[in-house]
C-alpha cells in the first residue's frame, strides 16, 4: 500500500469559449478535465494533460463550448463543475471527461482531485467528485443528453491502504438521456502504456471525427478499437440511456442502412481472464500497507535500522527530504504522544522500505493504544515482508482477536502462513477473506498459490487467472514479497 500525503498541487485552470456551430439543435457545453500531479504517486501521470488537450480541442472543433482544467484540487473541481452547471439550459448537451485517478466506494465512482488525502475509504466519498451527483445535477438543470467520458480505470495510489478496496469504477445509475464511458471494465484497472496519449483517447477522438455517426455508434466503435489495440487486455464499458439522434459532429445524421459494428448488449460484461496473452510487462505497482503493498525493488533494500539504545535512527536522506515524513515529525516533535501521527509516519516508511523504521513508529503507536487493530495488522504485513514471521503472526493474530473477522488482518495472515509454507491455513484465512469481500485481488491470488503448493494444481491456476485478469500487476506484487 502506497501511503504518502498529498502536497498541495498547482491549480492550472483556463476557460476556451466557442461559440456553437449555426443550425446546431442545442447549446453544447463541456468540461474537459486532467489530473496528472498526485503527489501520492510516484511520478506524475503522462498521459491525462495531452489527453485533455486533444479532448478539448477536437470538442471546440465539434461546436462544444469547453471549459478545460488541469491538476485541479478538490476546491477547484466543485467550481468547475458551478461553471458548468451554470452554462446548462433545458435542452442542452453537457459533456463531462476526466482523465486522472478514479476509485469506487459504496458502488458509486468518484473522480480524485490532485489534493485528495485518502486514507481510508470513507476518504473517498469525502475528497472525491461522485459521477452520480454531477450527473444528477447536470440532469436536473435540464439538459436532455449528458454525456461522461471517463478515462481513470488507472491503479491508483490510495487503493493499497485499505484492503476492502474494490478496484476501479462502479457501474454508475445515470438519468435518462445519458450516455456513460469508462476506459476500461468495471472494477478493472489497467497500467499506463508509458506514452503521452492513452489508447482510449486516441481511439475515441479517431471515431469522433468519422462523420455520420450517431454518439452510440461512435463509443461502441472505440470499444472494439481499443480492445482490438490491447489484444483483449483493455475492454472499455459503455451504458447508454439515450433517447434520441446525438453525434459529436454538428448536422450528422444516422446512416439508412448501416450495420452497426457493435450488436452486443449494453452494459457489456467484464472481460474473461486472459493471463497467457504475451504482453511485455506492466512496471511495478505502487505499494501497500493496509494490504501487502508492492515494496521497492531487491536492489534498494531498507537502510535504516534501530540503534542499540531503543531511539529513532538517522533518516537516510531521500525520507528526510520527503515533506509528508516532515510534516508529520514535526508534528510528533510538538507531541510525541501523537498517535495519529506516529501511525501514519509507520505508513509512509513502510512504503519506502524502510522497515525498521516503520515497525519502531507501530510500536509507539501500540504502547500509546494497545488496542490499535490496524496498527497491530500493518506491523503484521511489515514483519512478513522482512522475515520475521513468528512475530508477525503474533500481530494478525491479536489484530484478529480485537477484531473477529477483520477482512485487512485475514488477508495479512494468509500471507504469513503463505510464506511459512503452512498451505491449508493460508487458503482458510484466504477462504474467510473472499467471504467478506470476493473481490480481494491480494485475497484471491494468494489462495491459487496456496491451492497449487497443496497439490490442487487446476483449482489454484483459475483462482491466479481471476487474480490476474483483476489486476495485471498482482504476480509482481507477490514476487515482491518473496512469494512466487
Known sequence: MKTRLPLFALLVLSIAPILPSAGMAADRFALVIGNAKYPDAEAPLKEPINDARDMADELKRDGFTVDVGENLTGDGMRKAFERLYGHIKPGSVALIFFSGYGAQSNRQSYMIPVDAQIWTESDIRRDGISLETVLNEINSRGAGVKIALIDASRRNPFERR???????????????????????????????????????????LKEIRVPDLMADETLNRTRVGVTRASRGEQVPWISSSLAEDFSFIPGARPM?????????????????????????????????????????????????????????PPVQPSLKDDPTIKTLTARIADNPDDAGALYRRGQVYASKGAYNLAIKDFDDTIRLNPKDVEAY?????????????QSALRDCNEALRLRPNFVDALDSRGLVNLKSGQAKNAIADFDAALKINPRLTSSLYGRGLAKQRNGAISEGEVDIANAKAMDPNIAKEFASYGVR
Open 162 to 204: 485499505f484492503r476492502s478496496f474494490s478496484a476501479g469504477l462502479a457501474p454508475v445509475i445515470a438519468p435518462n438521456g445519458t450516455l456513460v464511458m469508462y476506459s476500461a471494465a468495471l472494477s478493472s484497472v489497467m497500467s499506463d502504456n508509458g506514452g503521452d496519449h492513452s489508447l482510449f483517447v486516441q481511439e475515441l
Open 256 to 312: 439508412a442502412g448501416l450495420q452497426p459494428q457493435i450488436t452486443e448488449p449494453q452494459p457489456q460484461p467484464q472481460p474473461q481472464p486472459q493471463p497467457r496473452i504475451d504482453i511485455p510487462p506492466p512496471p511495478p505497482p505502487p505499494p501497500k500497507v493496509e494490504t501487502p503493498p508492492v515494496m521497492p525493488p531487491p536492489d534498494k533494500p531498507a537502510q535504516s535500522q534501530q540503534n542499540n539504545d531503543g531511539q529513532q
Open 377 to 389: 495488522n500493518n506491523r503484521c504485513w511489515t514483519r512478513t515482508v522482512i522475515g520475521d514471521l
